[in-house]
Each structure stands twice: as structure tokens, then as C-alpha cells.
């Protein structure tokens, strides 16, 4: 080959080559991007932990987001927890003290993952020296109710309280959780006696003071005002009550006489009998006290009367106020235990019951019946002019008779009511009458997330109290979800390691809403067994739910109710006006514990502090409240309150509406109820002026008074009125009010209103209200709610 040819030949090669570098013949692989820096962990120490107080320390990382944080040797101090997704430590130490080493380790979320590892301490000293600051203790009077505190400072909570050397005067006992000496002392004298206190910390801590008060005989007085009416025919069973003088005191009549049929006990001041058919009528008397007193007994008298109804007294001709489909939800007792009763009724506005069924939760013989239909040929309903009524209902051979009393009337219908139960079949309930709307009844109309308050007594287990709120998710077809926080006689969300930050979530569940507006659902709390529960559905935005469970150990029943979220997602705003906070529970978490009311003004000031300002009466010891502190809102509604000087909430509550929630207390008060917007201040007397129907809401123990009835105030500072008693079996008809009233600015009603207060109310707005027996020595007050 020429020369010249391979020349051009080597040209050709270069240029293809060059060509295809060009693009010209293909492409040549792209060289993959660099990887993310891997994570890093910034946090190289954490502060020092003390035992019995909470502790909250974010580990920073930075890196592909999200990260995920783990412990991957060693382990966190006992009761701190690390959250996987943020690296918050929370939680309290509970010891021993001492340092914790532990190795965190940091994953990114890049691909492949990418992970490091921090190694990092926390050391847990110990708390301050537990000391009771007690140095004197209140002296009480015989007979009087009687309420003093222990009071501590350091240790790791909870104290434990005994006393060591001595003993408490006959009628007080101490409360081991919380220091509280309360009862009605039986004997006089001076009692010295040695408390200690023992903390939860490891090693214990113990400390004892010497303490002695005194309980004073003091002057005798007679405190009963008034007593209930007996009814011809019906046994009759009611105490007369006094204070000071010295034991044993003696009784007798000074002038006067009973009724006919009954007597009373010169020992212990109870009337009792049975008045005989035709005894109806009003007998006037004086009651004489004569105590032990040395050398010269004191005495003291106080006029009383007693009135002797028969035994039908049922007003007629207003029975059109009840016409239409109506939801019955009642909570109380039966002769085994805790009982509810779920109904839906349809009243025809002549006195006839046209459809209904009824579902029953009895802790009794007869346990759990659903879906029992009315017998509606035996069933009616009668109303008189005062809106006072009575319901008999006959279902599955049993026939129940209520006392109602009926509110909210629009266009000539009420819309709701309050109803005690009023028979001999053991079961005392009491609860709500609410009117439903039928238009609703499936189950694409109630999708939506729907907060709840459910509470019950317990069954089993010694006695005390169970409680819960939270929210249930509903899709609109049968799925439910939800989360929710649970008070078990003062333990709060048991096995949840996110607790107080976060509540138990529900596994996803069912439901189904009949044509009739009865519904089915259930769901499982995370590490818990499946819940059934019967609802009712009563408007879009409420419905009423009991649990179908049967009673046990380990199943609890709860009754409550469901009220439609609105104003999602929340936040801290969502709270920023005065709202009337109202609540029940008990005075301890065991058996033989008493009732304890609750109600007053929570203001929130929008941003994260509230104050707290009402009354209580704790088994018969009536107090003031007040109480201050911070507040945080999830976007869930789930809302923790923690009180001024508190290292855990004092509360949970779950948003309904804007300043409007259901609310729990996380000690072993179980305290259960309503957070209601305040609307219509500055209150004055005339803020008053209408007649309101009233009714017993939730009772605690089964000693509780049920009522229901009618009052009406009158503008200037009187209220009367009339109410039906169910007091655990004892049946009273047709009671008379009669008193004095004043209101302060703030929506605080106190009845008389001069004088030693006997109720207390708050007024939600002029149309409804809340009140309680302000009574000393009444061991069983119950909350009461008015509707105008």
C-alpha cells in the first residue's frame, strides 16, 4: 500500500473516533451522584437527672431527614425513654440513683442507610431530703365534718402516709396516698399521735413528725333543716344531723308529733316506719338533742316538719312535650354493683310508647341484655303542667318506672330531659333524656373524629373508680381508629411508655349504626383487649355509648358520651375564655371511699396559662379551689393541664369545640367531667329569672341521693321549686324548695344567700347551669346540671 493510502486510513480512524466521542456513534455512563454526608450526632453530654422528677433532654443530630434515634448498648436510667423519632429522654427517673451509660445511635434516610453512634451518660442523683412540713394540725369538733392535710416536701412521689404511734379519733381516717385526715369525728379529746411519710425512691426515704390536735365536744347544734317526704305505704328512712356536744347524745320530741307509722330512735336521731294508707298530710314538730355533757348535759331543739304524699303523684295533660324518638343514658348502681342502661324510645305526645328497645349492663345476676325490645302495649309516659313526669317501661319481662323532667322546649317539643329511676328492681340510675334525629342514622353521617368521657365505679378489685377520654375516628364506612387516655383508680395509661406526652393509640376497629339509630363498635387499645361498646346515635354532632362487655376483673362497665369534633385542627388558641370546668369522682381508690364534686371557672388565656377558681365538697368537708398553671394543645385536641409547681399534668382533656372539652384527672381521685363555654357575664341575681329542669348526672357511690325536678328563680333572690328523690332504694315524691339565692359576678350562685351555704351553682349561661350540695357532713354529694 502507497503511502499516501495509509495516511488517509489513519485520518479516517482519528475522525470516527473523534465522532463517536462527539455522540456521534453513542454515549458513554454517567458517573452515579456522591452519597449524602452521613449523620452526625452534635449532643456530646446530658444533664444530671433527679430521682421522682420529670426530665425532658433532646439529643440533636443533624442529617437525610427523618432520622430515627435508637439506644443501641446500655440502657436508659429506670424511667426515662427515648423518643425513636425526635431523641427526646422523657420521662421521670425512678431510681436507684447513680449514672447510666448508654451508646445512641442516629439512622438516616438515605439509601443505603447511613448510622452513627454517640456514646453518652446521664446520672441520677438523689432527691431532696423527704421532710413532712406539717407543724400543727387543725382541731375539729365532734360530730363535724373534719378535714386536715400531711403535707411534705422532697422525696420521689408517691409518699406513702401512716401513723406510727397513736391513733386517729373514732369517725377519721388517713388517705396512705395523698396525707388527707377527713371523716366526722366521733369522740372528743386531745389525740397525739406520730405520721410518717415513706417516698417511692431507691434507697427509701422516711420521715416522722409528732403532731397532736383537738377535738372539741363544743356546743350542740342540730343542722337538718328540712326532711324528705314519705310517700303512704312506702317504708321511710331519714337521719337527723348535728354538730358539737359530747357522746352518746339522746333524742326525743319536745312538742309536737310524727306522722303516723313512724318513729324516732332516741340513740341515733333516724326517723323510720311506714306510714299507713290515708296517712297523707303535714305533721309539724321539735326534735331535742341532750348530750353527755358533765355536770350539766347541753341540749338543743330544732322545729321541723314532715309531709306524707301518696304514693301516684304524677301530673297529666302535658304529655304532648314528649313526641317524637328520644335516647335514654343512665349510670348507677344495683344491688350487685355498677349498672348503666342505654334506651331509645318513640313517645307518640299523648301518653303512649310507641317503639323502643333497651340495653342493660347489670353487674348483677341478670349481667349483660341487648337489644331488648319495649313491650309498647305496657309501656306509657304521663307529664304535668310543671314538666314533671313519669315513665313506665316494660321490656324482657322486667318493668322499670322513671321520674323525668323535661327542658329545652322548642316549638312546643322538648328536646331534652334529666331522669331518675323510680321502681323496686334495685337498680338507682339516673342520667339524660336527649331527642334524636332519625335523618342521621347510617353510617356514612356520623364520619368524622368524635371525642368521648366515659366513667364508671369499679366492679372488682376492692372498689374505686375508672375513667377515660379521648377521641374515635370514624370513616364513614366501618373503620374506626382513635387514641385516648385511661384512669384505672389512679393509674393513668398502664404500659404506655409515651405517657404523659403521648396517649394510647387504638388499633383499628368497627362499626355499624342500625336504621333505629343503634350502632355497634369496637376498638383495641395498643397492648389491651378488644372494647365493645353499644351506641346511640342522638344528633350530628352527639351521640350516647356503654360498654357491652361483661363485668369483671379486668373489664370495667362505662357509660358516657361522644360529641363530634369541630374547629380542627387545635391548637393553644383554642383555649382563650372563661369556661365552667364541673367534675365527680371519689375521695380515695378503695372500697368505702366517698364522693367528691367539683365545679368552678377555668380561664385560659389563649396562649398556655390558666387559672382556676370554685368549689368542692369532698365527702361531706365543703372547700373553696383555686388552682393556676400551663396548658399544651395537640392539634388532636388532646390538651395536658399541669398545675403551678407540678411535674406531671393534672389533667388531660380532649377538645369537643373551642373552649368546650371532656377532662380527667391523672391521680387517684379519678375526678371525670365537662369543660363548658361561659357565656352572659357579669352575672347578677337577675341573670336568673326562668325555670330550669334539673337532675342527678353520674353518680359515684351508691349511696349517692338521685334527683330530679323543676326550680324556678325569680330575678330578685328567691328559688323554689320541686324535686323527686331516689336515695338507694328510699323513694321521696314531690319535695319542696324554698330558699334565698345570691349570684356574684363571675357566674358563683350561693344558696341561702346569707347564713351557712347549703348549694353551690355556676352559671354556663342563663339558659343552664351547674350545681352540688354544699352541705357539711353530706358524705355523698352529687353534681346536678339545670337546663333552662
Known sequence: MSARLKLLGVLAVGIGTALIGCGGGGSQPQSPPPPPPPPTITTTSLPAAVEGTAYNQTIQATGSAPLSFSVSTGTLPAGLHLNSGTGAVTGTPTGPTGSSSFTIQVTDASTPAQSVMQPLSIAVNAAATLTITNTSLTNGNVNAAYTATLENTGGVAPIAWSVTVGTLPTGLSLNQGTGAITGTPTESGVFSLTFQAADSSLPQQLATKALAFTIDGGTPSITTTTLLNAMEGESYNQTVHFTGGTLPVTWSLASGALPTGLSLDPSTGAITGTPPIAAVGTSNFTVQLTDSSAPTPQTATKPLSLTVTTATACGSGSESLLTGQYALQLTGFDASGPAGMLASITADGAGDITAGVEDINSSGPSGVQTNVPVTTASSSYMIGSDRRGCLTLVAGGVTRVFHFSVGLISAGVATSGRLIEFDGTSMNTAGTILIQNPAIFSNAAVAGSWAFRVKSPLAAAGGGFFAAVGVLSLDGTTTVTGMGDFNNNGTVD?????????????????????????????????????????????????????????????????????????GTPYGNSSLNSPTVLFASGQTGTGAGSASLVEAGVFTADGVSSFTFSGDQNSGGVPSTQTAAGTYTVAASGRVQVTNTGGSTPAMVMYLVNPNEAYSISTDGRVMTGDAEPQTGGPFTNASLAVTYTFGTIDPVVTASALAAGVVTYDGAGDVTGTFDVNESGFLSLGNAIARTYAVSSNGRVVSPASGTTQRITYIESPGKLVTFDYTSGNANPTLSVMDQ
Open 494 to 566: 398502664s404500659g404506655d411508655v409515651g405517657y404523659p406526652a403521648a396517649p394510647i393509640t387504638f388499633t383499628p376497629g368497627t362499626y355499624n349504626i342500625g336504621s333505629n339509630g343503634r350502632g355497634t363498635l369496637s376498638f383495641t387499645p395498643s397492648g389491651g383487649a378488644t372494647i365493645d361498646v353499644i351506641v346511640y346515635v342522638v344528633q350530628s354532632n352527639a351521640m350516647v355509648l356503654m360498654s357491652s362487655d361483661a363485668q369483671s376483673a379486668t373489664n370495667t362497665l362505662f357509660s358516657g358520651f361522644l360529641g363530634l369534633q369541630m
